[in-house]
């Protein structure tokens, strides 16, 4: 079955602290993966994509995700997070084909100024 | 790129009342898909159109629930009647799949109370 876990319901950081939250899936075949983000009040928006190539993949804001087709994982990176980052973060798998994306159950990060 | 509208903002409305929330996808995006979050269940896929033609509907709660797109430009997402336990953030997001995944970019969402 296809599936996204993310294991971090809610982490809670101090500013300027590095950030790595985990997500991994489970999809049969190729796979395109995304890491959304939530801030509050707001709806989803696109942080970061991975569909071939490089699998250390460059988002908006500093954010930096690896995807790791052994471990099947696609876990989102910053080295340094500020106050801004409290959000929620959705890490998102689909097909190759298919645009059905399926969701994990998202991470609420606070940053603590 | 106005990106993708839904209205209400907000919708409060007694139990036993109709709700229609209304969604227009990005122009050119031939995928349109409808969400709801709650902090219970997170973010769940209702329903998704490829060309105005439902693809999937089993995220569908019950038969309360319906959706429609008449054309490339609108879709409406319907609960009739409204229960309490239907409040949530409803979300609709469109995206154009030319032959690859690509990303959904979502609406500001319609935040609806049943009382």
């Known amino acids: 079955a296809q599936s996204v876990s993310q294991h971090n319901h809610h982490v809670i950081l101090s500013e300027a602290a590095s950030l790595e939250l985990g997500c991994n899936y489970s999809?049969?075949?190729?796979?395109?993966l995304f890491w959304y983000v939530q801030y509050p009040g707001q709806h989803l928006q696109l942080l970061l994509k991975?569909?071939?190539?490089?699998?250390l993949v460059k988002g908006i804001k500093g954010f930096e995700a690896e995807f790791i087709k052994s471990k099947f994982s696609f876990n989102l990176r910053k080295p340094s997070v500020q106050w801004s980052d409290t959000a929620e973060y959705f890490c998102?798998?689909?097909?190759?084909?298919?645009?059905?994306?399926?969701f994990g159950s998202g991470t609420r990060l606070s940053i603590r100024p | 790129d106005a990106g993708v509208i839904q209205s209400p903002r907000h919708e409060v409305t007694e139990m036993g009342q109709e709700v229609t929330l209304r969604c227009k996808p990005i122009s050119g995006h031939d995928y349109l898909f409808w969400y709801r979050q709650t902090m219970m269940r997170g973010l769940e896929l209702l329903i998704y159109f490829n060309n105005n033609v439902p693809i999937d509907d089993s995220g569908m709660p019950e038969d309360r629930f319906s959706a429609k797109m008449p054309n490339a430009s609108f879709s409406t997402l319907k609960i009739q009647p409204s229960e309490p336990r239907d409040s949530a953030v409803y979300f609709c997001?469109?995206?154009?799949?030319?032959?690859?995944?690509?990303?959904?970019?979502f609406g500001d969402g319609t935040r609806l109370s049943i009382l």
């Open positions: 991975y569909f071939s190539g490089d699998p």
């Open positions: 998102a798998v689909g097909g190759s084909s298919a645009s059905k994306i399926i």
């Open positions: 997001a469109s995206s154009g799949d030319r032959g690859q995944n690509q990303p959904q970019h």
């Open positions: 999809y049969g075949g190729t796979v395109n």
